[in-house]
């Protein structure tokens, strides 16, 4: 890879603020919301494979001329393909089969079936189509890569999710006639239905949302420094997930430029930087502590446990657990990403050599194998039931 999936975390400790999430009055919040009181969590723990995975599984993606991986932003899971968002400078969508072998790059260009400029994509299921938004057109492709149609939308922005009948786009600022965030949706032909507005403090060109598939085939929307993970309804947005920082909660009313985002984001302060997963049994957080390591938090929502553990550059035993822009979920896994780029690759080794035991044979072997400028290895890791810290009444 000629760009490393490491650069994202520390792209993501200054990327956009917005404002602390309070529970909103009369809001239903059902019986699914969870209430994480973090107050009363020892930060000072750590994890390892023999504490938290029932299975993990690695899938190496083919490295040739045309495979060759740059910088990536997404990675998808369709029926039958992995689809890959990425920067390489000959083709931003990789297509792989989901045994890792590489299938095609869709064709960069400006003709009618080429794509240039991708913002987000997604898949389609009930249609079976790989979606690629190019602002402001969206276009559509068969499972392995062959060009259907395309549809002007009209809109701008940075993300696309499929949402029920239709489709939900996170819109810019700069760029749609609101002049201030907010997630669209729209129906299967565009139209918009509702606009979702969201209030924030505001730091230029940093700030962003992501959409997070949860169960029932429902969707989340994650912003950056909100505790707050909403869940989508019809009509509006619904607190789904709160994390409780105290009086340890990184404030950000004061944040509207990059300088006082760094100003302020000192000393003891905590955040949820805005990376959330979610599994049928467990969710799973990053948090921010200052210019700290950053911590992960998994919540078991089936017996109310919760778990933390610190920096993945402890050991292999933590890289499983890599956090990166384009972490997701499969079937009942987390999926992550393993690459050598911007890392000592002797010390690498010497690390993984020591820490390797209890990783199943396949992916130690997937591991080794994998040389420095090869595709990233795919992790996917489903976690068992967590046998520490279950949250204080």
């Known amino acids: 890879m000629k760009d490393g999936v490491f650069i994202l975390f520390c792209l993501l400790v200054i990327i956009g603020c917005t404002p602390q999430s309070t529970q909103v009055a009369n809001i239903d919040y059902g019986e699914d919301f969870v209430y994480l009181d973090l107050t009363k969590v020892d930060f000072d723990k750590t994890i390892t494979v023999d504490d938290i995975l029932d299975d993990v599984r690695a899938i190496k993606l083919e490295t040739t001329d045309s495979s060759l991986l740059g910088h990536i932003r997404h990675i998808v899971f369709g029926n039958d393909y992995i689809y890959v968002h990425d920067t390489y400078s000959e083709g931003c969508i990789a297509i792989f089969s989901q ?4 299938v095609k790059r869709l064709s960069k260009g400006n003709g009618p079936e080429d794509i240039s400029y991708v913002a987000d994509i997604t898949f389609d299921e009930a249609n079976n189509r790989l979606v690629v938004f190019q602002p402001p057109v969206v276009k559509f492709f068969t499972p392995d890569g062959h060009y259907i149609s395309d549809f002007n939308t009209n809109l701008s922005g940075l993300h696309i999710a499929k949402y029920g009948d239709g489709y939900l786009f996170a ?3 700069y760029q749609n006639k609101l002049h ?6 729209t129906d299967s032909v565009f139209q918009v239905e509702n606009v979702f507005p969201l209030d924030k403090v505001f730091v230029p060109y940093l700030t962003y949302n992501t959409f997070v598939p949860l169960n029932n085939n429902n969707l989340a929307v994650v912003q950056p420094f909100n505790p707050t993970v909403y869940k989508m309804s019809d009509t509006m947005l619904i607190p789904h997930c709160y994390l409780d920082f105290g009086d340890y909660l990184f404030a950000t009313e004061d944040v509207h430029t990059l300088d006082d985002l760094k100003d302020e984001f000192v000393g003891e302060a905590y955040s949820f930087v805005g990376l959330f997963n979610e599994t049928s049994n467990y969710q799973f957080y990053r948090v921010e502590k200052a210019h700290l390591p950053f911590a992960f938090i998994y919540y078991n929502t089936t017996t109310g446990k919760i778990r933390k553990g610190i920096d993945i550059n402890e050991s292999l035993t933590d890289l499983v657990c890599i956090v990166s822009d384009f972490a997701g979920t499969y079937d009942d896994y987390f999926v992550r990403c393993f690459s050598w780029d911007n890392c000592d690759y002797d010390y690498m080794m010497n690390v993984m050599n020591d820490n390797v035991g209890n990783l199943p044979q396949d992916v130690v072997d997937k591991v080794k194998n994998l040389k420095e400028d090869d595709n990233p290895l795919i992790i996917l890791y ?11 009444e």
Not at 99 to 102: A, K, M, R, V, Y
Not at 180 to 185: E, G, P, S, T
């Open 99 to 102: 045994d890792g072998s590489f």
């Open 382 to 392: 489903k976690l068992k039931d967590l046998p520490a810290d279950t949250i204080p």
């Open 171 to 173: 819109q810019d600022p």
């Open 180 to 185: 201030q965030y907010c997630i669209v949706r």
